[in-house]
């Protein structure tokens, strides 16, 4: 059963830093591109990053310049750093993995709450 697991949110002041973490359990790991998406309260969830098995990456507008993506194969480990926290980044964070434009497996979220 395939599981994905977010670790990292919390609460931090607007231009602080936060990293998410991911784990998946996957067998192969290698062969899907992992993403972020996020979900704001009352709002529709939102692509933010994706990295694919050759480490191409891909962000939002919104994040690029922010946001960084990355991933350890070894670890079935995908990470989120987000530095220059913005009150608009709050959301519900969750990591999916993809072989397609859709995602297979979505993990449950962590909260990233930005104040100002």
């Known amino acids: 059963q395939v599981q994905l697991v977010e670790s990292g949110g919390g609460l931090v002041q607007a231009g602080g830093s936060l990293r998410l973490s991911c784990v998946a359990s996957?067998?192969?790991?290698?062969?899907?591109?992992m993403e972020w998406f996020r979900q704001a309260p009352g709002k529709e969830r939102e692509f933010v990053a994706r990295?694919?098995?050759?480490?191409?990456?891909f962000y939002a507008d919104s994040v690029k310049g922010r946001f960084t993506i990355s991933r350890d194969n070894a670890k079935n480990t995908v990470y989120l750093q987000m530095n220059s926290l913005k009150p608009e980044d709050t959301a519900v964070y969750y990591c999916?993995?993809?072989?397609?434009?859709?995602?297979?497996?979505w993990g449950q979220g962590t909260q990233v709450t930005v104040s100002s």
């Open positions: 999916a993995a993809a072989t397609s434009s859709d995602p297979e497996y």
């Open positions: 996957i067998r192969t790991f290698t062969m899907y591109a």
């Open positions: 990295i694919r098995w050759s480490s191409r990456t």
